[in-house]
Structures are given as C-alpha cells and as structure tokens.
C-alpha cells in the first residue's frame, strides 16, 4: 500500500510539474523568478508577459505589416528605411498638427476680418477662439456655456418634505418669486415628466408667470424692481457665507439647509433680472456697452454661488486661497469694507439706469 500511495504521489506531481513547465514554457526562468513578488496580487509585469511593452506594440505592427504584405503580394510593401511604428505615429502627429494650422488660420482670418470691420481683437481673443475651435473639433460640439458650468455648482434645492424642528421660512419681500412648498424649485424628475406630458409647455408657462416681467406695467420699472431685489439676495447670501464659517457650512445641516435656500432663492433673483432685462434693452435699441454691464452682474453672481458651492463639495477648493477669486476678497473684507463695497455696487446699478433711461 505505501508504494502505491508512493506511486500515486509521484504520478500526481509528475503531472502538475508537467502542465506548469507547459504553461510558462514560453517564459524564461529570470522572467519567471523576476515576476514573483512580495506583496500578493501585484506584479511589475506587462499582462502579456513582454518585457518591454512598447516593443511588443512595435513588434505587433510589424508582423501585422508582413501579414498584409504576405496577402497582397508584396503591393502595401513598405520600404526597409521605414519603420511602421514611427511612421504611425509621424501620421497621427501630422494630422493633429494640420488640424490645429487649419484652425489657427481661420482663427486669425477671422481676426482679420473684424480688424478691417473696425474692432480691435486681442491675442486673447485669437487663444479663447482657438481653443474652443479645437474643442469643437476634438469633441464634435461647442465648448459649455458659462450658464452650463455655473449650472454643475448649484446644490440641491430645499426639501419641504422633510419635517424639522426649526421651520425654514425667510421673509421674502418679493412673493411671487417665494420658495415655498407651494411653488417649489423644479427638479429634473418633474422637468422630465412635463417634456413628456406637454412637451415642457408647463414649465415654460411656469417660468413666464415666474421671472418675466408683469403684463400692464412700466417694463423700466419692473427692471428696476428686478435689480434691487437682485441686489438684495446677493446681499444676504454674502452676508451669510461671511458670518457662516466654511467647516460649518460643510457640517451642520441647519446651516447647510439655509445655504441651499438662499443659493436658489438668489438663482430666482437673477433669472428674474435676466428676463426683464432682455426686454428692455431689445425695447430702448441699447448699446453693446450697455449689455456688458448689466452681463457683468450676472457673471458676478454666478461666480459666487459656483464658487461658493465648489468649496463646499471639495475640501481642497478654499477661495481665499485662489489667486482668481471673487468671493476670496469678499470673505475678508471688513464691515466697513464691505459697506462700501456695496456702495459701488449702488452706484454702478444707477450708472446703468441712467444709461437706459
């Protein structure tokens, strides 16, 4: 019996070394000894077993060359002097060059052309057209709006559902434009369910009656309304992620539930100035200077609640840090710095009535 449990023991390792030397056969003993690592699961190995990736691809393309020349009787032959791998690459590396020329040109063509129409562009404005151009080219559509990526830094709208020991109400001087639980911020679920009921005529209805200016009144007026109350929210959100330190806004939820109200409420305020605005300049034929200054001010404020959410999300994102901030400044400015800020804040909002009027 022990020589047969012997034998049998003998057979059984005879067979395992025998599938293991046909299974790395192909790999050399220092390969095999130079794959075997301390720590398990890791391996400096390429997943094919070369040594040096890259000419194992070279050595591929070449064979696959040879293959083609094989079938076709020597007719896609390349040269000796030429090899397949760097002429590849050349290839790929000229056509991404003539392309970014091709762009380059009519970049400056078009620089050209508003020089001899009497404008002045800048090396700045031949860089940004470039670079959406090569966007345009790389992707196959247009470079996002700066609407669309202030878009991506707007947190969550209030949750009137939940219940809380501390009621959110704020008082609201302007109540049509209110968030409340009986008109609440859309969500993209009812976004979606009225595209597909009406064709999003419900939410068109909606932000017509919400942020357009009132039928039966001077639309001056209206825009005067629509710039003091968007000065309002601005102030009041400044005022609180000024007197709301950052770690607290990041942790305690009262906090965070009175930030997402008044980042809505102050999105409300400046899509509100946005449409009333629109129609008083197409109405009094303004200048482009004069839509420069008023896009100033919504820049500004989507500047501020994007960033102002962007160092909430990222505990790396810290604005009085950034060199480019502009809620940085605002952060450590004194009362009476502040006061003053919001001083020539007035004073510009006058400047541009006075330049509509």
């Known amino acids: 019996m022990r020589r047969l449990a012997t ?17 790395f056969i192909h790999i050399t003993p220092l390969a095999l000894l130079a794959s075997q690592s301390d720590k398990p699961g890791y391996s400096n190995d390429d997943a094919l077993g070369a040594e040096d990736p890259f000419r194992a691809v070279g050595d591929a393309m070449k064979d696959q060359q040879r293959q083609l020349e094989k079938n076709e009787g020597g007719k896609g032959a390349l040269p000796d002097d030429i090899d397949p791998t760097a002429s590849a690459l050349n290839r790929r590396r ?4 003539r392309t970014v020329d091709t762009i380059l040109g009519d970049v ?3 620089a050209l052309r508003l020089r001899d129409m ?8 031949v860089y940004k057209r470039t670079q959406e151009r090569m966007y345009e080219e790389e992707y196959g559509h247009k470079p996002p709006s700066k609407s669309e990526n202030a878009a991506k830094y707007v947190p969550f709208p209030p949750d009137f559902g939940l219940r809380r020991l501390v009621p959110l109400e704020m008082d609201d001087p302007w109540p049509q434009r209110a968030i409340t639980q009986e008109n609440p911020v859309w969500t993209r679920r009812q976004v979606e369910e009225d595209r597909a009921a009406t064709g999003g005529a419900g939410l068109r209805e909606w932000e017509a009656k919400t942020f357009g200016p009132r039928e039966g009144f001077d639309s001056t007026g209206e825009l005067t309304d629509a710039m003091d109350e968007l000065a309002y929210w601005e102030e009041c959100f400044l005022r609180f992620i000024r007197e709301a330190p950052l770690p ?4 305690l939820p009262l906090l965070h539930e009175h930030y997402r109200y008044l980042t809505h409420r102050l999105i ?26 008023s896009e ?14 962007r160092s909430l999300s990222s505990p790396n994102y810290d604005p009085v840090r950034m060199k480019k901030s502009v809620t940085g400044p605002l952060l450590q400015m004194s009362e009476a ?4 800020w919001k001083n020539v804040q007035k004073h510009r909002r006058n400047r541009f009535l006075s330049e509509i009027l």
């Open 7 to 23: 034998a049998c023991c003998l057979s059984c390792h005879f067979g395992r070394s025998q599938l293991t030397s046909e299974r």
């Open 248 to 251: 607290q806004r990041r942790t």
């Open 118 to 125: 009497g404008h002045k562009p800048t090396a700045d404005f």
């Open 94 to 97: 000229n056509r991404r060059k």
């Open 337 to 340: 710095e502040f006061e003053e």
């Open 268 to 293: 409300r305020a400046e899509r509100h100035y946005i449409a009333t605005r629109d129609v008083v300049l197409l109405k009094c034929h303004a200048s482009p200077s004069v839509y420069k200054m």
């Open 296 to 309: 100033d001010v919504v820049n500004r404020v989507r500047a501020l609640y994007s960033e102002t959410h």
């Open 108 to 110: 400056l063509h078009d």
